[in-house]
């Protein structure tokens, strides 16, 4: 059961897994307005990770009958996360981790950059079916993928509570989603602004079922979603090569995982919810039906968690997708200063440069307070602590 409920007139409940005091105003402003549109369905599910969002809330799951809002997916269309539990145990791993993370380094573009020729991925030729106004520079499409980007995304090694060694990755569909995202988010704002319709917030404009914009919506997210896809596979099968590279001394090693789960945070799909088909959006949140494998990851220097969903129907079987931000990245490099950052991530090789103090774990939510709200969203399947990180 939610924590708290949010009732209010002319608006559908906002069932809240976290205590309200801990919900920043915003926040709740902007669920209010999210509620209060007049094709949700049931109520608006709050993830306890949730944080003010541009356009829309983070941490928020909404569904919805006849219409969908461009911008509570969002941008970063199908961003989410993918991990792998290697078939070794740490006393595989080389003392020094430098050479793994500049094998790695050297084999994933992070930031803006991208591959030089096409990849694993250029049998991905999806992107052709994209109208021409959506679409880059078809090569760039293709060498994006398997590629990390930057801000919060990243690559991880990581162990469990037995010393197993987990691969851990969080990217989306680059720049072309962010394309994607922002053409529908403008084009909803057109259609509601040409309609003369009066919103409580205009980023949620939104598109109707039975248009054709919205037909092509929803053709181009699950083209954005399914890249989003394809590009955490080849990123995994790009880092598993490194890890071979290092440990066995060639790359062509091939590594099979014991186990590997993949999910999208950032997405919206059609899913049946109190015997209703409807379309479920979340942003922030990954899908926890019953026996569905996930992972929640903590801030750089906490603990992540591979988990397994529980269903619950409150939250339209949803559970959240990591820490939620604190603090915004431009106070985070005001605050954060080199010695709270060393001191933060001490243990873990990764960058320790002003250019990540906004990722500092102090910005985030502390993840066991966010496990400890999810109570009845999913169990615990393991506990991961980060050795080694890559951030764009």
Known sequence: ?????????NRKPIKVWSPIHEVESQALDQLKNTASLPFIFKHVAVMPDVHYGIGATVGSV???????????VGVDIGCGMMAAK?????????????????????????????????????????YYELPKRLQDDPERVV?????????????????????????????????????????????????VSQYMI???????????????????????????????????????????????EVIFGDKTTVIAPEVTISCHHNYAERENHYGENVIVTRKGAIRARVGDMGIIPGSM????????????EDAFCSAPHGAGRVMSRGKAKKVVTAEM????????????????YDEAPM???PIDQVMYNANGLVEVVAELRQILCIKG
Not at 1 to 8: I, R
Not at 62 to 72: D, R
Request: glycine share 10%; net charge positive.
């Open 1 to 9: 059961m939610p924590h708290n409920v949010v009732t209010g007139e």
């Open 301 to 312: 220097g906490a603990r992540s968690y591979i988990v397994k969903g529980l269903g619950c």
């Open 143 to 191: 060498k994006q993928i398997g590629t990390l980007g930057g801000g919060n995304h990243f690559i991880e090694i990581c162990l469990d509570l037995d010393e197993n060694v987990w691969i851990m990755l969080h990217s989306g569909s680059r720049g072309i989603g962010n394309k994607i995202g922002n053409y529908y988010i403008d084009k909803a704002k057109e259609i």
């Open 198 to 244: 009066r919103l409580l917030d205009p980023n949620l404009a939104y598109l109707v079922e039975d248009s054709q914009l919205f037909k092509d919506y929803w053709r181009d997210l699950q083209w954005a979603q399914n890249y989003a896809m394809k590009n955490r596979e080849v990123m995994m099968a790009l880092v598993k090569q490194s890890v071979a």
């Open 62 to 72: 909404v569904a919805t009958k006849g219409a969908v809002v461009p911008a509570c």
């Open 341 to 356: 950052f060393e001191e933060q991530t001490k243990g873990i090789l990764c960058r320790k440069d002003a250019g990540v």
């Open 86 to 126: 290697m078939p070794f145990k740490s006393n595989r791993l080389p003392d020094n981790l430098q050479a793994l993370f500049d094998s790695i380094s050297k084999a994933v573009p992070v930031g803006q950059d991208m591959h030089k020729q096409p990849n694993l991925g250029h049998h991905y030729a999806g």
């Open 363 to 365: 910005a985030y939510k």
